[in-house]
C-alpha cells in the first residue's frame, strides 16, 4: 500500500533498540586501556628501537663539533668563512623589521601547531603503524609503536589501538580519534587560513626577502653556517634585515615545501578525494600519503624543537625583541610578551585533553561547524576509483562489534536462508527481500579501496545489487531525505549499530548493497550476510549484517541524534567523506 508523503510512518521496530549517548567521554564506558611500546622503525629485516637516537644523536652531535672546531684550523676553511660568511652578499635586506601582522602569525602558528601535532598523534595511535603499501598487511609496516599482530586469534583494527598519556594526545584515552580528528581538522582550517593570509601579506610587502632565496649563494653561505653553528662561534647576527642562509633555507622549505605537503597528503587520504583522482589517488595512495604525512609531521617537530633552542642560545633577548616586541633595541621590551604567550600555550596544553573529555559533544559540535560544511561539498564528489584483481589486498582488517544474539546464531547456522531484509519508512512500497531475492537482482561487481576512519586500507572486490535499483523498487517519497541503516550487530557501548546516509549517496554509482567479497560470499566476520559499500565515505559509515534501511525524513529523534553509533557515542561525523 502506498504512503501518502504527508504521512509519516513509525519508524522501524529496531529504532527502540538505539542507545541515548552522553554528551562527555564517561570512562566506565570507554575501551580499556593498552600501553603501546617505544616507536620502532623497520631497519632491512630489524626492528630498532628510536631510543638509539638519544645516544647515536649525542654521539653524532660531540662528533660534528669536534670536526667542525677542527675543520676551523683549516686555512682553506677559513677563507672559505671569509667569503661566505652565512649570508649571500646578493641578498636584498628587508627594511620593515617584524611589523605586528608578523608577529600575530607567528603566536597564532604556535599556537595551532601545538593543536595540530598533539591531536595528530592521536589519530596516529588509533592504528599505530605506518606503510609504504596500500594494503596494510601486518609485517609490512616500516614504523610502529604497537606489538605485532597476535597470530592466534582475531585481531581487530580497534584492538590495535593504544593509549596515550593525556599530556601528550588529545584527549590520549584510547580510540579517541572522533574528537582527535575534530580538534585536528579544525585547527588545521584555522591554520591554513592564517597561512594563506602570511602568503599574503608575505609577498605584498618586502618580508619575503627573509625566506625566498634569490642567489645560488645560499648554498655554500648555509654550509658556512652550518660550521660555524658547529664548531660553538656562531655568525654575526643579522636576523633584524636579513636571515642567514642557514636558517633561510630551513624556514623556506618549512613555509613553502612542509606545509603545502601536510596539507596535501592530508586530504589524499579522503576516500571522496583520493577515489576521485584516478591514477594519482593509485600513486598517492592513503599509505603513501600517510608516511609523508608523517614525515612533514616529523620535520615540523624537528624544526620546532630547533627552533626554540637557537632562540635561547643565540640570544634570548634580541630574538624575543624582534619577535614578541618588533623592536632592535638592547631593552627586555619583548621578554614579558614572550613570556605571557609561553602561558598561553601552557595553558591551552593543559586543558586540551580535559576539556575533551568533559565537553566531548561541544568539541564535536564546533568542528562539525568549522569543516562539516567542507565534509559536505566533499561528498558531492562521485566515486569514480576502481582498481584490478592485482590490487586485491592479501589481508583485510576485520572491525566492528561482531552480532551477538540467538537470533544472528540462527541465521548463520542455516545460512541465512531465513534472512530478510526490511526496506520502509518514507517509501511508497514497504518490501522484505531474502537473501535469495537480492541474489536475483541485477548484480554489481566493483574492486574499490576501503578507508577506515583509524587510518588503514584494503583493496577487496564487491559484489553486490547497486542501491540505485533498490530505490526504484521502493520508490523513496520527496520526503525522504535520509537513510537509516539498521545492523543486526551492538554496538561497543550496548544499543542497536546504525548509521545515516543522504539520499545522495545512496545515488551513487559504486554505492552497493554487498554479499559477496573477492569472489565468495561475505564472511561473518566481514559483514554477512549483507553489508553496505558507499566508496566516497570512510568504511564506519559502511554497515555490517544490515538488516534493515529506513528512509527518513530526519535522524534527530533517532539515538542521540547525530546521525549514526559512533557519531552518537563516539563523537564521529555523519558526514564523513574526509
Given at each position: 500500500?502506498e ?8 519508524h ?18 570507554w575501551?580499556?586501556p593498552?600501553?603501546g ?6 631497519v ?15 654521539t653524532?652531535?660531540?662528533?660534528t663539533i669536534?670536526?667542525?672546531?677542527s ?5 682553506e ?6 667569503r661566505y ?8 635586506s ?6 605586528w ?13 601545538m ?5 595528530g598523534i592521536?589519530?596516529l ?5 605506518l606503510y609504504?603499501k596500500?594494503d ?9 609503536f ?5 597470530k592466534?586469534?582475531?585481531w581487530?583494527?580497534?584492538?590495535d ?7 601528550l594526545?588529545?584527549?590520549g ?49 648555509a654550509?658556512s ?6 664548531s660553538l ?11 642567514n642562509?642557514?636558517q633561510?633555507l630551513s ?15 592530508g ?36 624544526f ?7 632562540v635561547f642560545v643565540?640570544?634570548?633577548r634580541q ?8 623592536v ?7 621578554f614579558l610578551p ?6 598561553v600555550?601552557?595553558l ?17 559540535e ?8 567542507i565534509k559536505?561539498?566533499?561528498?558531492w ?5 576502481e582498481?584490478?584483481?592485482?590490487d586485491?589486498s592479501?589481508h583485510f582488517?576485520?572491525?566492528g562489534?561482531m ?10 547456522a ?7 531484509l526490511?526496506?520502509?519508512g ?5 518490501r522484505e527481500f531474502?537473501l535469495?531475492d537480492l541474489?536475483a ?6 574492486i574499490?579501496?576501503?578507508f ?8 577487496a572486490?564487491?559484489?553486490?545489487v547497486?542501491?540505485r ?7 523513496p ?5 535520509y537513510a ?5 550487530a ?6 542497536r549499530?546504525y548509521?545515516v ?10 554505492t552497493i548493497?554487498a554479499?559477496e567479497?573477492?569472489?565468495a560470499?561475505?564472511?561473518?566476520l ?6 553496505l ?5 570512510l ?21 542521540a ?11 564521529y561525523?555523519?558526514?564523513?567523506p574526509?
Amino acid at each position: 500500500m502506498e504512503n501518502p508523503s504527508n504521512v509519516t510512518p513509525p519508524h522501524d521496530p529496531i529504532a527502540a533498540s538505539l542507545a541515548p549517548a552522553d554528551d562527555r567521554i564517561l570512562l566506565s564506558h570507554w575501551l580499556p586501556p593498552s600501553e603501546g611500546i617505544v616507536p620502532r622503525l623497520r631497519v632491512g629485516r630489524r626492528w630498532v628501537s628510536v631510543l638509539w637516537a638519544l645516544p647515536l644523536g649525542f654521539t653524532a652531535l660531540v662528533l660534528t663539533i669536534a670536526v667542525a672546531q677542527s675543520l676551523r684550523e683549516y686555512p682553506e676553511v677559513r677563507a672559505f668563512i671569509t667569503r661566505y660568511p652565512g649570508i649571500a652578499q646578493a641578498a636584498p635586506s628587508v627594511d620593515s623589521g617584524f611589523p605586528w601582522w608578523l608577529r600575530l602569525q607567528h603566536f597564532l602558528n604556535m599556537l595551532f601547531m601545538m593543536f595540530i601535532i598533539r591531536a595528530g598523534i592521536q589519530i596516529l595511535a588509533d592504528h599505530p603503524r605506518l606503510y609504504w603499501k596500500r594494503d596494510c598487511t601486518p609485517g609490512t609496516d616500516w614504523f610502529r609503536f604497537q606489538r605485532p599482530v597476535p597470530k592466534d586469534r582475531i585481531w581487530t583494527a580497534k584492538d590495535d589501538s593504544v593509549t596515550l598519556p593525556t599530556w601528550l594526545g588529545i584527549p590520549g584515552l584510547r580510540h579517541t580519534i572522533g574528537l582527535a580528528r575534530w580538534w585536528h581538522l579544525s585547527v588545521n582550517l584555522l591554520w591554513t587560513i592564517n597561512g594563506m593570509a602570511f602568503y599574503a601579506l608575505l609577498f605584498s610587502t618586502d618580508q619575503w626577502r627573509r625566506l625566498v632565496p634569490l642567489t645560488w649563494d645560499v648554498l655554500p653561505n648555509a654550509l658556512s653556517t652550518a660550521i660555524q653553528y658547529a664548531s660553538l662561534n656562531f655568525p654575526v647576527d643579522e636576523s633584524w634585515t636579513r636571515y642567514n642562509s642557514l636558517q633561510q633555507l630551513s624556514y623556506f622549505i618549512t613555509v613553502f615545501v612542509a606545509a603545502p605537503t601536510s596539507i596535501a597528503t592530508g586530504l589524499l587520504q579522503s576516500p571522496a578525494i583520493s577515489n576521485r583522482l584516478g591514477w594519482g589517488g593509485r600513486v598517492l595512495n592513503r599509505q603513501v600519503a600517510r608516511s609523508i604525512h608523517f614525515l612533514s609531521f616529523f620535520w615540523f617537530v624537528l624544526f620546532i624543537l630547533a627552533h626554540g633552542v637557537m632562540v635561547f642560545v643565540t640570544g634570548l633577548r634580541q630574538n624575543t625583541n624582534h619577535m614578541f616586541a618588533g623592536v632592535e633595541s638592547p631593552s627586555w621590551a619583548g621578554f614579558l610578551p614572550f613570556a605571557l604567550a609561553m602561558v598561553v600555550v601552557g595553558l591551552a596544553w593543559w586543558r586540551a585533553s580535559p576539556f575533551t573529555i568533559r565537553h566531548a559533544r561541544l568539541v564535536q559540535e564546533i568542528g562539525t561547524f568549522l569543516i562539516g560544511w567542507i565534509k559536505g561539498l566533499a561528498e558531492w564528489w562521485d566515486p569514480a576509483s576502481e582498481l584490478t584483481e592485482q590490487d586485491i589486498s592479501p589481508h583485510f582488517w576485520p572491525n566492528g562489534t561482531m552480532p551477538h544474539s540467538a537470533e544472528f546464531d540462527a541465521l548463520v547456522a542455516d545460512g541465512f536462508a531465513r534472512y530478510r531484509l526490511r526496506v520502509g519508512g518514507l517509501v511508497e512500497q514497504p518490501r522484505e527481500f531474502s537473501l535469495a531475492d537480492l541474489k536475483a537482482m541485477p548484480k554489481q561487481e566493483q574492486i574499490t579501496t576501503h578507508f577506515c576512519i583509524q587510518g588503514w586500507s584494503g583493496v577487496a572486490k564487491w559484489g553486490g545489487v547497486p542501491m540505485r535499483h533498490v530505490l526504484d523498487l521502493v520508490r523513496p517519497t520527496a520526503d525522504a531525505r535520509y537513510a537509516v541503516f539498521y545492523s543486526l550487530a551492538d554496538g561497543a557501548d550496548g544499543g542497536r549499530y546504525y548509521d545515516v546516509h543522504r539520499m545522495h549517496n545512496m545515488r551513487h554509482e559504486l554505492t552497493i548493497l554487498a554479499y559477496e567479497m573477492n569472489g565468495a560470499p561475505v564472511s561473518v566476520l566481514h559483514g554477512a550476510p549483507l553489508r553496505l559499500r558507499c566508496e566516497n565515505e570512510l568504511g564506519f559509515k559502511m554497515v555490517k549484517w544490515i538488516t534493515a534501511i529506513e528512509f527518513v525524513h530526519d535522524f534527530a529523534d533517532l539515538g542521540a541524534g547525530q546521525g549514526g553509533y559512533n557519531e552518537d557515542h563516539e563523537f564521529y561525523g555523519y558526514r564523513m567523506p574526509i
